[in-house]
Structure formats: structure tokens, C-alpha cells
């Protein structure tokens, strides 16, 4: 079996989950952060709404510098409504499903590289990349969303079983 085959099923479910999550991000809160060292709100789902499309970048580039010499660095942008979130994430996610699906066994194996200022960070397959920066990056960070949502009482969605507000999906 190819392994997009195994990737995609596991993509959908992800992104299914993380929509739950974002559906639920409260208007009216987000500059709100539980710890002057944490992102805000606003900033957290906006970044849950990007990740997706790091899956292009993975899946489409041999590499990705954050601050390429030269160049203007990277920016994070915070949206500032629940519907724009959903919108670019949905946008991301449609984006992302493509280019998984067009990969093959060898792209998977291709060395991808991130870098910083023309720095290596890191450099691993192509399917490491997709892991970590995408799939492993996404389940952390819709993990933080769900203790902000808890903390501003929101009901916390059934992500991989039930949770303390919902019997599942």
C-alpha cells in the first residue's frame, strides 16, 4: 500500500478533530493568554489554522527558511474572528490534503530541510518533516487550544474519545 494512502486517513481525522477544537474559540477573547509567556488566544487559533499548510511547504519544497538572508522574516499574523480562522483553515487543510495526495513513496523518502537565516535546523526525510512540523505540531498545539477553551468554560470537544462535555464525535 503507498504510504499516502496510510497518511491520508489519519490527516482527515486529525483535521476533523482540530475544526471541533477551532469551532468553539470564543469571539471576544482573543488577546486573551493564561500566562504572560503564552500566545494568546487569537494567535493560538490563527497558527492552528497555518499548520496545514506546512504540509505543502513539506510536500512541495526541499526546504523552508524561517528568516531567509536577504529577506523579510517570517511574521506570525493573528486573525481576529472565528469565521476568518475557519475560513483560512479549511483553505489550508483543502491545500495540504492535495499535495499529500499527489506524493509519492519516493517524495516521501526525499531529505527535507528547515532552516533559520540560512542555517540548518534540521534536515530528515521528507515523511519526518510531515510528522513533526505538521501532523505532531497540530495535536500539541489543538492541545493547548483545549485548555484555553476550558478555562474560559468552553465545552472542550470529543477529540479521540469522550470528553469531560461531550460522550464523542
Same mark, same amino acid.
Not at 500500500?1 to 486517513?9: D, G, K, R, S, Y
Not at 536577504?70 to 475557519?86: M, N, V, W, Y
Given at each position: 500500500?503507498?504510504?499516502?494512502?496510510?497518511?491520508?486517513?489519519?490527516?482527515?481525522?486529525?483535521?476533523?478533530?482540530?475544526?471541533?477544537a477551532?469551532?468553539?474559540?470564543?469571539?471576544?477573547?482573543?488577546?486573551?493568554?493564561?500566562?504572560?509567556?503564552?500566545?494568546?488566544?487569537?494567535?493560538?487559533?490563527?497558527?492552528?489554522?497555518?499548520?496545514?499548510?506546512?504540509?505543502v511547504?513539506?510536500?512541495?519544497?526541499?526546504?523552508?527558511?524561517?528568516?531567509?538572508?536577504?529577506?523579510?522574516?517570517?511574521?506570525?499574523?493573528?486573525?481576529?474572528?472565528?469565521?476568518?480562522? !475557519?475560513?483560512?483553515?479549511?483553505?489550508? +487543510?483543502? @491545500?495540504? =490534503? $492535495?499535495?499529500? #495526495?499527489?506524493? *509519492?513513496?519516493?517524495?516521501?523518502?526525499?531529505?527535507?530541510? !528547515?532552516?533559520?537565516?540560512?542555517h540548518? +535546523?534540521? @534536515?530528515? =526525510? $521528507?515523511?519526518? #518533516?510531515?510528522? *513533526?512540523?505538521?501532523?505532531?505540531?497540530?495535536?500539541?498545539?489543538?492541545?493547548?487550544?483545549?485548555?484555553?477553551?476550558?478555562?474560559?468554560?468552553?465545552p472542550?470537544?470529543?477529540?479521540?474519545?469522550?470528553?469531560?462535555?461531550?460522550?464523542?464525535?
Amino acid at each position: 500500500m503507498p504510504l499516502t494512502e496510510v497518511v491520508l486517513p489519519e490527516f482527515d481525522e486529525e483535521m476533523a478533530a482540530t475544526r471541533r477544537a477551532l469551532e468553539r474559540v470564543p469571539e471576544g477573547q482573543f488577546s486573551w493568554k493564561p500566562h504572560p509567556k503564552s500566545m494568546t488566544l487569537g494567535r493560538l487559533a490563527t497558527l492552528l489554522a497555518e499548520l496545514p499548510f506546512w504540509a505543502v511547504n513539506t510536500m512541495t519544497k526541499d526546504e523552508l527558511d524561517f528568516a531567509p538572508p536577504g529577506a523579510p522574516p517570517f511574521r506570525p499574523q493573528t486573525l481576529e474572528s472565528r469565521a476568518r480562522i !475557519l475560513a483560512l483553515f479549511d483553505q489550508n +487543510v483543502q @491545500a495540504a =490534503r $492535495r499535495a499529500i #495526495a499527489a506524493a *509519492s513513496d519516493a517524495d516521501w523518502a526525499k531529505p527535507w530541510t !528547515l532552516k533559520a537565516g540560512g542555517h540548518v +535546523v534540521w @534536515a530528515k =526525510r $521528507r515523511f519526518d #518533516a510531515y510528522r *513533526s512540523t505538521v501532523m505532531n505540531h497540530v495535536v500539541h498545539h489543538r492541545g493547548q487550544l483545549t485548555v484555553y477553551l476550558r478555562l474560559h468554560d468552553v465545552p472542550v470537544p470529543a477529540l479521540y474519545g469522550p470528553s469531560a462535555d461531550e460522550r464523542g464525535p
